[in-house]
């Protein structure tokens, strides 16, 4: 069969342009159909945002960076009401260290992070830039390297915490890695080559980029959340100690060694596509059934949509329109508010604000 990666590498090198058969597969799901789940999702975030201009608390700079992100990747414009608000907001909360953050909060990194992507998507260019440029500086000096720890080897080296120097996590290094990337760093930044050396060590995959206590213990070429601090997998450990794949952190891996600059031929893109291949499925977060589902969502919209194609084959030799079953998926559990929520509430899941700002994100990227 003709695998993704064979695709993605003519796509980033410009070799071919991508085509689709006519008449091979299903008809995605109507485009009025998703343009409505849109429009109900972004109403509801708009009837919910506080009059400071955050959502769910004024605190919340973490999760009012993610609604106001949503809600402009879903076509609201910047002159838009409930999006001056929230550009209002988040300018609110610069400091002077760079960081864009809660002064409580100890989840400065992530929310910078998330701060970061959501004033590039208002793209109001120079008027954002330098809070931009220092956001991604400050993200840069929290990081985990030659200042937290001595050798390289250090399994917390390279990886981005929810704050101060928290222990690292693949899920908030590759928000780190998105927002640098959106910002315009270079793959080959130092910031994200160190990245990329936390990000294979979350890797069930025992290689010379990979020689943790774990890396060969499950070596299925899925990822887990940390192998630091003893490590941890959201989706437990084998009695062996082995650290479970799942998948929101498989996609989160794969997307982020695309963001570092691995080529499709690379060992480790192969074996995080081929466990994708294995557990392709939007009935559940493989690994976690329903737990996280919605940021599983917006993290499979990503990544698949970077590897460039309309459709995916699986490990049965199965083509998916992915695009189409991911609005299906979508559409399908928004209520009648036009909300989603998740009934798993782990991860905040439960907070209506967060989960339709993860599904309209997710929903981004089901128009081909």
């Given at each position: 069969?003709q ?22 597969e ?20 708009k009837?919910?945002q ?17 609604c ?41 990194n ?70 640098l ?34 890396a ?8 887990y ?5 003893g ?55 493989p ?27 699986d ?13 299906t ?26 989960a ?8 981004a990227y089901?128009?081909?």
């Amino acid at each position: 069969m003709q695998r993704v990666p064979i695709l993605v590498f003519a796509l980033l090198t410009g070799l071919i342009g991508v085509s689709i058969s006519p008449g091979a597969e299903e008809p995605s799901v109507a485009t009025d159909r998703v343009d409505q789940s849109v429009h109900r999702g972004v109403d509801y975030l708009k009837s919910t945002q506080l009059d400071d201009g955050s959502w769910t608390d004024s605190k919340a700079v973490g999760i009012s960076a993610l609604c106001l992100h949503s809600l402009l990747v879903s076509g609201v414009e910047e002159d838009d009401p409930a999006v001056k608000k929230g550009l209002s907001y988040l300018t609110s909360h610069v400091k002077p260290d760079g960081g864009i953050y809660h002064t409580d909060s100890k989840h400065r990194n992530y929310e910078t992070c998330i701060s970061i992507m959501a004033l590039l998507s208002a793209n109001r260019g120079q008027e954002d830039r330098k809070t931009i440029d220092n956001a991604v500086a400050f993200v840069k000096k929290l990081q985990w390297d030659e200042e937290e720890v001595q050798e390289l080897s250090h399994p917390s080296y390279g990886g981005s915490g929810y704050g101060s120097h928290s222990r690292p996590d693949l899920s908030n290094t590759t928000f780190f890695l998105e927002a640098l990337r959106s910002a315009g760093v270079s793959a080959s930044d130092p910031a994200v080559q160190k990245a990329l050396i936390f990000v294979s060590r979350c890797q069930n995959r025992e290689s010379e980029h990979n020689r943790t206590e774990f890396a060969g213990k499950v070596n299925d070429g899925g990822f887990y959340y940390t192998p630091a601090a003893g490590g941890t997998s959201q989706a437990g450990a084998n009695d062996d100690g082995g650290l479970r794949s799942y998948a929101s952190m498989t996609y989160a891996g794969l997307k982020s060694m695309i963001y570092a600059g691995l080529t499709p031929d690379d060992p480790r893109v192969q074996a995080a596509q081929e466990w994708i291949e294995q557990h392709y499925t939007l009935n559940e977060n493989p690994g976690l059934d329903q737990q996280g589902l919605f940021y599983y969502y917006q993290t499979f919209g990503k990544t698949l949509d970077i590897l460039g194609e309309d459709r995916f084959e699986d490990a049965n030799g199965k083509t998916h329109d992915w695009r189409r079953d991911l609005a299906t998926a979508l559409i399908s559990r928004q209520k009648a508010n036009g909300s989603w929520t998740n009934e798993v509430e782990r991860w905040y899941e439960g907070n209506p604000d967060l989960a339709t700002a993860y599904s309209l994100m997710a929903l981004a990227y089901t128009h081909e």
